[in-house]
């Protein structure tokens, strides 16, 4: 279907759709599984996708004044952990000769995003604090909407609109009539005192009843979840923090435990090599019970990570405080890493600043501080570039290059906090889950209730033939019997 217009799509795209399972299932999630709408979808969303040149669109490419003036911007997370996309309409002003920049602008922080978060939906912010009839521009608004509705598939949570004038009432009224039901179901009509039912106050500025002290700026390109410079000494995360009693307590307590699990099973081992390995991994770092790999990995230039994407911590109730990051040295060279944090009061990291072997692999454990929670809103930055043979890997030199490496040459991947809530938790949910095996998500669920939907329905229609077969039969069998009857009747007639 899509390779006979091929000429009306990018390339790129097409290529993507047919390997990208992910994408394809969100058009369809987004379409209700309704084919012919996701196929009309698809490729309407291609078109616009060649049309705006999303594929390629950069910060080179825009004009600068466009992120110089802070209308459009991503920053923190709704109480859901979703992303927020900001529109500050005060800074907007309709402009006929500007629009098409402004909304290629668009594109390029939905593309941005999509690309370095796996596609997370977000959830947009109007800011329509200040605003008034000069700052009213629907055709933007339409567009905007539409990104959401037409070309970037189940991407979008919720429209969060603050402090509405009542002079664009009327302009909204014609905006909810281009939205479907599923869309205005998602308009969230805000002011200082509702707010934070759907942002917390840490992310919300001032003005809005929050605390959140963030002021936008630009260059560089506003990446707000780690904000401090590359070059800056040591981690965010420091590995020669002073632990707490309570965590030093635990750690200990682990550690003889494990010693101990390991005396008993040291017989039951299958080489003296896995033993030695087992020992030299844990000879710095106490690696959390029932330490599990993950599941998925991502496999990136430098450096193999996993899990991909999450860090599964337990809440409260489940107490899981402990998760662990395998990174793999996939080049030929000694790779130096940092690893940062959101949430730097919660979090030890170890170690945070160091660098991998050519070839091999390294356990970073990530554990909270006693007391603490884990929250969706938490990230974490893995940063690494390939460090010279001739370089030393100690503290200094680490330090030292780190300053100087050039920002092109450093690879990044971010990792998310996902908080597994359980009000009544089983010792085998304990054991299975603790330690970063993740949990269904609810596209897999979507799947398997659709497959189970699918076998139930095959199950339902064999069972209707074998009722049907069991009526013919009884049928038959009653046909039979009257005909012997009859046929016995005959003969006794005749004799008589």
């Known amino acids: 279907y899509f390779l006979d217009k091929a000429d009306k799509y990018d390339s790129r795209d097409v290529e993507r759709l047919q390997q990208d399972d992910k994408w394809v299932e969100n058009y369809l999630i987004w379409r209700h599984d309704v084919v012919d709408d996701t196929l009309k979808m698809i490729d309407e969303s291609f078109q616009w996708r060649k049309e705006y040149t999303v594929n390629d669109l950069s910060e080179s490419v825009l004009p600068k004044w466009l992120f110089e003036i802070g209308a459009l911007f991503l920053h923190g997370y709704d109480k859901e952990g979703y992303k927020l996309f900001w529109f500050k309409v005060k800074h907007h002003t309709r402009d006929p000769k500007q629009q098409l920049d402004k909304k290629k602008l668009v594109a390029f922080w939905l593309e941005h995003y999509a690309k370095r978060d796996h596609g997370k939906p977000l959830t947009v912010v109007f800011d329509m604090a200040e605003t008034g009839i000069s700052h009213i521009d629907l055709d933007f608004v339409r567009f905007i909407v539409n990104c959401f509705t037409d070309y970037y598939p189940n991407f979008l949570t919720k429209i969060v609109i603050f402090e509405m004038p009542w002079i664009m009432n009327a302009a909204f009224k014609i905006v909810k009539g281009w939205l479907g039901p599923d869309a205005i179901s998602m308009l969230k009509f805000t002011n200082k005192t509702d707010v934070q039912e759907y942002i917390s106050g840490e992310y919300l500025p001032p003005h809005m009843g929050g605390t959140d002290s963030f002021k936008y700026s630009y260059p560089p390109l506003v990446d707000d979840d780690f904000q401090t410079p590359l070059c800056e000494n040591g981690p965010i995360t420091s590995e020669d923090e002073h632990e707490s009693k309570e965590d030093i307590d635990a750690d200990t307590k682990e550690a003889g435990e494990l010693n101990e699990a390991q005396n008993l099973n040291q017989k039951k081992m299958n080489s003296v090599e896995q033993i030695s390995k087992s020992e030299e991994t844990d000879k710095t770092e106490v690696k959390p019970k029932n330490a599990k790999k993950a599941l998925t990995t991502f496999k990136g230039p430098l450096l193999h990570i996993s899990p991909a994407e999450e860090l599964y911590f337990g809440s409260k109730e489940i107490g899981e405080k402990k998760c662990l990051i395998v990174l793999t040295n996939v080049t030929k060279n000694v790779v130096a890493f940092k690893v940062r944090t959101t949430a730097p009061e919660k979090y030890r990291v170890k170690p945070s600043n160091s660098s991998c072997e ?139």
Request: hydrophobic fraction near 40%; include cysteine; aromatic fraction near 8%.
């Open 358 to 496: 050519p070839g091999t692999s390294l356990d970073i454990v990530v554990s909270l501080h006693g007391g603490f929670a884990a929250s969706l809103q938490d990230r974490f930055l893995i940063m690494a570039a390939e460090m010279d043979q001739s370089s030393g890997a100690g503290v200094p030199e680490l330090t030292q290059f780190w300053k100087e490496v050039p920002r092109t040459k450093v690879m990044e991947h971010r990792l998310r906090c996902h908080v597994i809530e359980s009000s009544k938790p089983s010792s085998l949910t304990l054991k299975d889950n603790a330690f970063n095996i993740p949990a269904k998500t609810n596209e897999d669920l979507h799947i398997q209730l659709t497959h189970l939907v699918q076998i139930n329905k095959r199950l339902e229609e064999q069972m209707n033939r074998c009722l049907w077969f069991q009526q013919l039969s009884v049928v038959l069998s009653l046909l039979s019997v009257t005909v012997a009857a009859f046929c016995f009747y005959l003969a006794y007639a005749q004799r008589s």
